[in-house]
């Protein structure tokens, strides 16, 4: 065979190997082009004509499927759920009611739980499925998730039973009260001790019921209407107002310190019973003859200026576990202590909801035995920012019962409640890895409870917009008030 002959022969070979080639690959684009995507329905010529329309507009996660259980079409939300594996339906139960029904044209319906695949979550995944014919030859199958839905239920109906149970607690001890002030009617001082004991119940119960209405004001989604810069310094000297005569009583020192002419934007009455509630939870679950502080300072944040005000306590503080329920409503952390107090479980979870609509949020250290530090974590009202300190009207100083005491409050060592003296700031309670006043650092997020978390560790009272304003005190004069606020109270260990 010449050469000539030869190239002939291989070109031949070379343009036949080139169609086959060709046409394989024409053959898979076509293959590849009928695959289902995952990113929206996808059409295919075998639905009748409309239906490809009204699955689009469905909510429900929906799939179709053929005579031989294949998925003929199936939404982006159905392969979410993972109702959709390897062009399969992967529920079993859902695959049996399909064939049921494209047996007998029964529509059918179930509630199924089922498990989320791949979060390494416990809780199951709830659904409704319906299934209906489709056609003559196809099934279609409508998932509805019903895990929200169920949550909501459930926080509805034990909402409804602690309600029904702090409700019925105050009634039921007044009805037998009332039943022994009868049979004492010629016993005056029995009277007199019933009818003392039948004042607490019916405040308790004043005070519920004030709560529940407050709690449902501010848990609404409409805009704050009475919203107006609001001056720190006043609502710490409220709250100490408030409480004045309970650490009296129990002689708790509450100090007050922090950066001067700090503003934030909100609801006065919601603002000053939300601190009042923190302040008043703090001297309730204090031992006798400790200290309270209340601090503010500014902190820089990507969005804009925030204003971190901190309780800080030296009571019995929170185990772990309760940390993740504190702000839950009704829920109480020792609820012989609160019935003692007079707390109806609902304080912080106002807290927690003033906090959110204002913007911003609320959190908490603490350590069992050592006490607890709260934080209400604000958007700055940045207006009112270049006002001079010695203009507020409030000096920090330290509030002992009726005393007020500035000199005391100046260093921390005659009384007053500095840094030291906070629990997370006793050298048994530091870590390691907590970075102090160069950088702002904060405790790693497990000495923090989660900023889901919900309830009431002492259910302090208040009045959502009806808060008592307190004449605040005059500036002290042994010391200009910028002079006095330049030691903030909190510790840049507690807030971030």
Known sequence: MDVNA???????????????????????????????TRTSLHTDAVLPPGVDTVLSVLRSSAVVLDESDSVVKASSAAYALGLVRGGKLAVEPMLNMARDTRRDGEIRQVELDLPRRGTGRVEALAVSARVAPLGSRLVLLLVEDLTEARRIEAVRRDFVANVSHELKTPT?????????????????????????????????????????????????????????????????????????????????????????DLYVWGSRGQLAAALGNLVENAVNYSPARTRVGIAARRVAAPGGDL????????????????????????????PARSRATGGTGLGLAIVKHVAASHGGEVTVWSTEGQGSTFTLRLPEAGAARGRRAAD?????????????????????????????????????????????????????????????????????????????????????????TSELMTEPLIAPEVLP
């Not at 002939?8 to 169609?19: E, K, N, S």
């Not at 004043?206 to 919203?227: A, G, W, Y």
């Not at 309780?311 to 952390?333: A, C, L, P």
Request: charged share 30%.
């Open 392 to 480: 507020t009207g409030y000096a920090s100083g330290d509030y002992a019962g009726d005393d007020f005491d500035d000199d005391t409050f100046t260093d921390g060592a005659d009384g007053g409640f500095d840094d030291a003296d906070r629990p997370e700031n006793r050298p048994e309670n530091r870590s390691e890895d907590r970075r102090g006043d160069r950088d702002g650092g904060h405790p790693d997020d497990d000495h923090r409870a989660d900023d889901h978390s919900r309830g009431d560790a002492a259910g302090g009272r208040g009045r959502v917009g009806g808060g008592r304003s307190a004449a605040a005190p005059a500036p002290a004069t042994s010391a200009p």
């Open 307 to 334: 204003i971190e005000i901190a309780v800080t306590d030296q009571g019995i503080g929170i185990s772990e576990k309760d940390r993740e329920r504190v702000f839950e409503r009704f829920y109480r952390v020792d």
């Open 6 to 36: 030869a190239v002939a022969a291989l070109a031949a070979i070379a343009g036949v190997c080139t169609g086959v080639i060709a046409m394989l690959a024409f053959r898979w684009s076509e293959r590849d082009q009928a695959k289902p």
């Open 172 to 260: 039921g001890a007044l009805s037998l009260l009332s039943e022994a002030v009868m049979d004492a009617s010629d016993d005056p001082e029995a009277v007199t001790r019933f009818a003392g004991r039948m004042q607490i119940e019916a405040t308790r119960l004043t005070n519920l019921v004030q709560e529940l209405i407050d709690l449902s004001r501010v848990q609404n989604d409409d805009p704050l209407e009475d919203s107006e810069p609001v001056r720190v310094d006043e609502l710490v000297a409220e709250a100490i107002d408030r409480s004045r005569h309970t650490a009296s009583t129990k002689q708790i020192t509450m100090a007050a310190g922090g950066a001067a």
